[in-house]
């Protein structure tokens, strides 16, 4: 995606990101109002508009490595809604103990590590810069007053104070954060402190903001393909990524919003490469702020495994993930499985199980709507196969050109329904 020059984003910075401290708390989803106490919004003056709040940006939770205390985690997030009213959510899902964020802030990302001056501003949690998320929590951020810019670069920056045990975060981020490996340097706009690159994101799965009254969000629920695995580093090749920008240059869609919930190598019945999709639907995906729309790609994992399953079992999943879904007022959009002939571990068997979960997810009616990304990418002259010039090389997983041609198969008057 085209990224405005510096200087242009610098003389822009105070509209782009007036980032001044709310004194309200934003309401807690239901996984969080669970692991925290409840609070009282403070009251404050009225918006002029009415608006709704939306996720901007997600990425899965996951078990990481060892949680390290005193250091501070920068970590460059890119929007897909444009809002006010900034928050965060930090997440110690997969923690065996609390972890203790000292402070956290958000600025608008110039270069590397560095930020533009002026941009970077303290957020709060329940009006104090310190908060303790106990394991298996997750803890927003009160809101900032100004407003977010969409397609923007943001760096959040997190200072742990105190942890141990594993950390929680997303493994596959296909964008580099930074890390200053001692002390508190949250608030620095500089980068100098941040010696250390990282392509996880520790801690942060969540950004949301308050965007005019019924917009909503998408959300992607998938595996390495959905991750972004192969797509060009630090670049926002992702389907999702190009589908966010669709959506934004769409004045027809009141879908602004897009959350990338792909977990490399995960399944949908089984765990591995994170829990699986069944287990952390509800967290990654059915807690997300404005959430109007599922797009369930996943499957090729548990049909190149072994032993894999049948197709019926599959399917049965992706019943479930639907049932759960509607239930949470979301509508699900399926999409099916794409060809990868080629790869190591595919085999006559697991190509017969991918003709029939495609054949439920193209003939069956249960989904709300169908995104043949299978269609989309495979070879004409020899349909288990990748078309060349969409193939990453490895056979399994798209190049940049691939990702986009997903994003052009999505139909966005198809991504609402009557929920």
Request: proline share 6%; glycine share 10%; with cysteine.
């Amino acid at each position: 995606m085209n990224r405005p020059e510096l200087p242009r984003r610098a003389r822009s910075t105070v509209a782009v990101l007036a980032l001044v401290v709310s004194a309200v708390l934003a309401a807690p989803t239901a996984a969080s109002a669970r692991t925290a106490p409840a609070a009282a919004p403070t009251a404050v003056t009225a918006p002029t508009a009415p608006t709704t709040s939306v996720v901007t940006w997600g990425a899965s939770a996951d078990r990481l490595d060892a949680a390290v205390p005193a250091r501070t985690h920068r970590i460059v997030v890119h929007t897909s809604a444009g809002g006010s009213g900034l928050r965060i959510r930090l997440s110690n899902a997969f923690g065996e103990q609390p972890v203790t964020f000292g402070r956290a802030y958000a600025g608008v990302r110039a270069s590397g590590a560095a930020l533009v001056p002026g941009t970077n501003r303290a957020l709060t949690f329940r009006g104090a810069a310190s908060v303790t998320v106990p394991p298996g929590g997750s803890v927003y951020s009160d809101p900032l007053r100004g407003s977010v810019r969409p397609a923007a670069d943001l760096a959040v920056s997190v200072y742990v104070q105190d942890a141990a045990g594993t950390a929680t975060g997303h493994r596959m981020g296909l964008q580099t954060s930074y890390i200053a490996p001692a002390g508190d340097h949250a608030a620095e706009e500089s980068g100098t402190a941040y010696t250390q690159r990282t392509t996880f994101r520790y801690y942060l799965d969540a950004v949301v903001v308050d965007a005019p009254r019924g917009t909503g969000a998408v959300v992607a629920l998938g595996d390495s393909i959905t991750d972004g695995a192969i797509s060009t580093a630090d670049a926002n090749r992702r389907w999702p990524d190009f589908l966010a920008e669709r959506l934004r240059n769409d004045r027809r869609t009141t879908l602004k919003g897009v959350a990338n919930e792909g977990i490399s190598g995960n399944k949908v019945l089984s765990d591995g490469a994170g829990v699986s999709a069944l287990k952390r639907l509800d967290r990654d995906v059915l807690s997300q702020r404005g959430l109007r729309t599922v797009i369930l790609l996943e499957g090729v994992n548990d049909i190149k495994a072994t032993p894999a399953p049948t197709a019926a079992q599959v399917i049965d999943g992706y019943r479930e993930i639907i049932r759960r879904s509607h239930a949470a007022g979301a509508c699900v959009v399926g999409a099916t499985v794409m060809p990868y002939q080629g790869w190591e571990e595919w085999n006559e068997s697991g190509e017969a199980v991918r003709q029939a979960v495609n054949a439920f997810v193209r003939e069956s009616h249960a989904f709300d709507a169908v995104v043949d990304f299978d269609a989309a990418v495979k070879d004409p002259a020899a349909p288990a196969k990748f078309l060349p010039a969409y193939d990453s090389g490895d056979h399994l997983h798209p190049n940049d050109a691939g990702m986009k041609a997903m994003s052009d198969a999505v139909d966005i008057g198809g991504l609402r329904c009557d929920r």
